[in-house]
Structure formats: C-alpha cells, structure tokens
C-alpha cells in the first residue's frame, strides 16, 4: 500500500475564550477541533461531514497552517508540517490550496480575473514568461468551463458557478497536489451544484488531484467522495469508504444524519428506520465528558458513554467507528429508546447529577 498524501495525528484547535477590558484574561476555551486522526491517500477525494458548528472548516484550515494547530502532527507527502516556518512552509503551502465556500467573498472585486489568477503564480515565482503565463491562463479557463475573455472581467460579472470555477482555477493555477473545498457548492443553486461537482471529478482525473471536501450534504458528499469522515464536536465519529457508511452506518449519530435525507422518488416505500435526534448541539466550549454524542443519543448507556471517551476502532473493511456499543447497535441487541430533555444549570451547563436516560434502562435493552 502507498504512502498516504496526508496523515492527521490527534490533532486539536482550541480557541482561547478572553474576557476583560485591561486584564485581557483566559477563562476557557472552545474546542472546535478536539483529537482528530485521519489519512488522505493520493489520488482520492475524502469527504468531511457533519452538523454547523461541528468543526469542519476548523480541521480543513488547519491542514493548511491558515489555522495554528494547538498540538497533534500534519504529515504531507512525507514532510511533517507542525514545526515548518518562514520559507519552508510557504513552498509547501503552493501544493496546497483551498476552495472557499462563498466565491464571491473570497475573490477581490477590485482585481480582474487575470490580475486574481497570477497572483497565486506571482507568490510562487512562477510567472517569468509573461507569454507562458497567459498560455497558462486560457489552458485553466479551458478547463474549468469559462471563456477565454473572462480574463479581462470582474467577478461581479459572472454567476455564483462561474465565479466557483474562478476559484477553482486560481487554485489550479500552482499546480497543487491537494485542494481542500470547503462547501464548494453549498451556495449554488441545485442545478449548477452538478456542473461544479462534474467539473471538480473531470479536474482530478486531468490534473491528479487530492481532494478533501468539506460538506454538510450529505447527497453531495455521497456523489463525489470515495471515502467519508463524520465529525461531531470537533472528533471524528465514523469513517467508511462511501457505500459502507450510507448502506451500514455504524455510529448513532451517523443512523440518524442518514435518516434524515428524504427518498426523491414519491413511488419507493421508505422503511428505513426514523431517528429524530432530540435537543441542540452542546457548546464546543462546554462539551460533554465521555462520549460527546450522549446527550442527544438513543442508544446511550450511563455504564459507559456518560464518562468513557470513544476512540475510533477498526470493526472489518476499514470501517472505524468511535462508539462503545457499535456492535451491540448493529446486531440489534440495543434498541433506541427516549432521550429526556437535558437539565440546565444557571450558568448555562449540562448538570451531571441528572440521568439524561429515557424508559429503557440498560437491563432492558441489553439483549444478552
């Protein structure tokens, strides 16, 4: 087996909570990304999902270094990242680029299209024949779908699809090996979605790219990735390579992101079961202890998940799942039950003294 492009070793970003006018003091800290560990082999698209707020674009930015990693090691093609600056870094960095989410907002309404796509070149020294460089640039239009006067247009005159494959193409423009898209077609209307996403397929085959896509459609996410990674609060809850994790998903969190997607065609009986997850997303700045998904999980175990963390275990085909009653779940042998409302203390808080447990007691559901 090849080496992987891109090896995440229980990486975590904290964010410091200041408070304090003259004493600029550190009272907490939000915990966007908490022990992610991941591989990315060459050549494959590696689909990130989960809920807002979950940690997503934390992780995809601080694989580039445009977030500081708090602790935890980035290995890219061999080359561990954590301790690169300066010179080193920035050369590493022209192999890897990103797709922001918005394609307005992330290209200058100041600069024409020509002026954003040599930008990338100039930083990198890769612009000294101004007549190899303009060849470049139509090569890239060519690419990704645009004519060749776009050069000489502002991105206000483009559509949001067109304005998407701009920046595809000012990521193209340095001839990176991976490209992190982050939700590159959640701001598109459903019929260019396919365009992008086609266009993104066709790239990688024509250029050899790595792809990390960060989404939280799942439809999208299915379409184009060949393996998958679901977050919940900042950790990484599941992994599979695409049909195993929509055909047996593992994780309760994952059974019930599935559940949700509707069936398109009106005529096919749906009789996949139905979980409705109850209560809102923790803060990241108070997670639960043990298991983070247990207060909103129906198949949670006081036993274990209320103070034993998870961490992700191979259960056949590569297939990783971070949950103690993975097994215990697929074989049927827990059934879901009621999650109660969870208890809050005044200063916002989930209180530990109250049982979050709904009527099925451990005994009950237990099958043994």
Not at 94 to 112: A, H
Request: glycine residues 8%; charged residues 25%.
């Amino acid at each position: 087996m090849t080496e992987p492009l891109v090896t995440v070793d229980d990486m975590k970003v904290h964010f410091p909570i200041k408070r304090g006018i003259v004493l600029d003091r550190t009272v907490g800290y939000v915990y966007a990304v908490d022990g992610v560990s991941l591989e990315i082999q060459r050549g494959e698209t590696y689909g990130l999902v989960g809920e807002s707020g979950c940690g997503k674009t934390t992780l995809g930015r601080a694989l580039l270094r445009l977030v500081e990693p708090t602790s935890g090691t980035m290995v890219f093609d061999g080359v561990n990242m954590s301790g690169l600056k300066g010179e080193r870094l920035r050369r590493l960095r022209r192999r890897m680029q990103m797709v922001f989410q918005d394609p307005l907002s992330s290209l200058d309404p100041r600069q024409s299209v020509e002026s954003i796509l040599v930008e990338g070149m100039r930083a990198h020294d890769m612009d000294r024949d101004k007549d190899s460089t303009h060849n470049r640039l139509l090569e890239l239009l060519d690419a990704v779908g645009l004519p060749r006067n776009a050069l000489r247009k502002y991105p206000h005159e483009f559509s949001g699809g067109q304005r998407q494959r701009i920046g595809i193409a000012r990521a193209l423009t340095v001839d990176p090996d991976l490209i992190v898209a982050d939700e590159p077609v959640s701001a598109l209307d459903v019929s260019v979605q396919a365009q992008v996403l086609n266009l993104m397929e066709n790239l990688q085959q024509e250029f050899g790219l790595t792809y990390l896509v960060i989404a939280h459609d799942l439809a999208v996410v299915r379409h184009i990735s060949d393996r998958i990674g679901v977050m919940y609060l900042g950790s990484l809850v599941e992994e599979s390579d695409s049909d195993g994790l929509y055909n047996e998903p593992l994780h309760p969190y994952t059974k019930a992101l599935l559940s949700a997607i509707p069936v398109p065609d009106p005529t096919v009986e749906d009789d996949r079961e139905q979980i409705l997850l109850t209560g809102d997303l923790p803060s990241p700045a108070n997670p639960p202890s043990g298991c983070r998904f247990h207060t909103r999980c129906p198949w949670r175990q006081p036993t274990r998940c209320d103070t034993e963390r998870p961490e992700l275990r191979e259960l056949g085909s590569g297939h990783r799942v971070a949950c103690h009653w993975a097994e215990d779940i697929q074989a049927g042998r827990i059934k879901p039950h009621a999650v109660s409302p969870e208890p809050v203390d005044s200063d916002g808080s989930i209180s530990p003294d109250t049982p979050l447990m709904g009527p099925a007691s451990v005994t009950e559901t237990l099958d043994h």
